[in-house]
């Protein structure tokens, strides 16, 4: 399809385990952002690229996570060490822009499991 | 510190009623947006506003933009159970990145 594909759409892993999350953008758009979501919660940000170069990675909570966007087109979300406290819905969205006036469309996202 | 504060959290109603869910803040936003998001599937951009004051329609959905762009709010006439999902909005205020709500979960009992 033409939207935004997030794999694996379930990951079940153990307490220490490393993990990747895997996002396809919408062809030709340039701005990449990644979200966790609690259930019951809003979307949290977690990181933003801008082509290939994260422009805003603030929102990583710790140095386990990391993501890349090597060709400024998919980007691969990566946990080290994972948490229970890991445990969420991972969203990506793509924009054609980098404005925020600009729509934001979202994967339906990869449920993460700790155990 | 929630950045945005949505309220109600819950909101139940049946067919046909009117409802309307607020979202505020103390910060100044360039842009705010409303999303309705379904179980199992990302949020879908409803409306963006952008302008203090601002109000736009989307058949029996009505979106207000605060003068001073700190709040906004959303009004349901007549809700349908097809009106059912987690509502949120989120903000811009550092011009990379949007800030969201926790959200309103709004169910419609037919």
């Known amino acids: 399809g033409a939207g935004v594909s997030q794999t694996p759409s379930n990951k079940v892993t153990e307490k220490g385990k490393y993990v990747e999350l895997r996002c396809d953008p919408i062809s030709g758009h340039t701005a990449l952002y990644w979200y966790r979501q609690s259930l019951g919660q809003g979307p949290e940000f977690l990181i933003y690229f801008q082509g290939t170069g994260a422009a805003d990675d603030s929102g990583l909570p710790n140095d386990r996570f990391f993501a890349v966007r090597p060709e400024g087109s998919v980007s691969t979300l990566k946990i080290q060490r994972t948490e229970r406290g890991d445990s969420a819905v991972y969203l990506c969205?793509?924009?054609?822009?980098?404005?925020?006036?600009?729509?934001?469309?979202f994967g339906e996202g990869s449920r993460l499991t700790v155990l | 510190t929630q950045l945005l504060e949505q309220s109600p959290q819950f909101l139940s109603i049946q067919e046909g009623e009117n409802l309307t869910v607020y979202c505020n803040s103390s910060s100044v936003f360039s842009s705010l947006q409303w999303y309705r998001q379904e179980p199992g599937e990302g949020p879908v951009l409803l409306v963006t506003v952008v302008t203090g004051g601002e109000v736009k329609k989307l058949k029996r959905l009505t979106f207000q933009f605060g003068d001073a762009r700190k709040d906004s709010s959303l009004h349901i006439t007549a809700a349908q159970p097809g009106d059912t999902g987690l509502y949120l909005c989120?903000?811009?205020?550092?011009?990379?990145?949007?800030?969201f709500g926790e959200g309103t979960q709004l169910t419609v009992n037919p």
């Open positions: 989120a903000g811009d205020l550092s011009g990379s990145r949007l800030t």
């Open positions: 969205a793509s924009s054609r822009t980098s404005g925020t006036t600009g729509e934001l469309f």
